[in-house]
């Protein structure tokens, strides 16, 4: 008993030995500010539905230090994001230019949507243009009396 709590203990420490530090903020909160600010614009590209200021992946690590390092050398906003664009291509950025490369991205939600809406349409025209039965035959029509009748009756009497 006493060799098993001495292997849980040995492996609870290493557990603790892997665990990473917390990244330090930048010393400048103004760059920090404008760190998030620009990363917030950019997708991860390992998450891509979690922008680059929100993602704990390895290489948002790694592009938030490489536009950290980018800040620091004078460059402005526009220029990181069009490096980013220019090296990642326009995926990169959540809200990505109106362009011809991009008009089926901008306009292709409204498409499925206008579609979906116009098949809808047409279906419920042809649901509506039949005939949910045919006339009732002589047969059928007394059952459905006799029924009704019986029914009525059986209400009358309660």
């Known amino acids: 008993m006493k060799r098993w709590l ?15 530090d917390a990244a330090p903020l ?5 760059l920090e500010a404008r760190l ?9 590209l390992v998450c891509q539905n979690e922008s680059l200021a929100g993602s704990r992946a390895d290489l948002a690590l790694d592009l938030r ?8 050398d004078g460059k402005t906003d526009k220029e990181i994001l069009d ?3 220019g090296r990642y291509g326009d995926f990169v950025r959540y809200r990505p230019p109106v362009k ?18 116009a098949a ?8 509506t243009k039949q005939p949910l039965a045919g006339p009732l035959s002589d047969e059928e029509r007394h059952r459905a009396e006799a029924l009704l009748a019986n029914s009525s009756s059986k209400d009358n009497r309660s």
Do not use: H, N, Q, Y
Request: proline letters at 5%.
């Open 120 to 127: 809808m349409l047409m279906f419920l025209r042809r649901r």
């Open 6 to 20: 001495v292997i849980v203990f040995a492996l609870l420490l290493s557990l603790g030995a892997i665990a990473k």
């Open 83 to 85: 490096f980013m664009v």
């Open 36 to 44: 998030m600010a620009i990363s917030e614009e950019l997708r991860c």
């Open 65 to 72: 230090r490489e536009i950290r390092t980018m800040i620091r």
């Open 100 to 117: 011809p490369t991009t008009w089926l991205l901008w306009v292709g939600p409204f498409l499925l949507l206008g579609g979906g809406v």
């Open 26 to 30: 930048a010393e400048d909160p103004v």
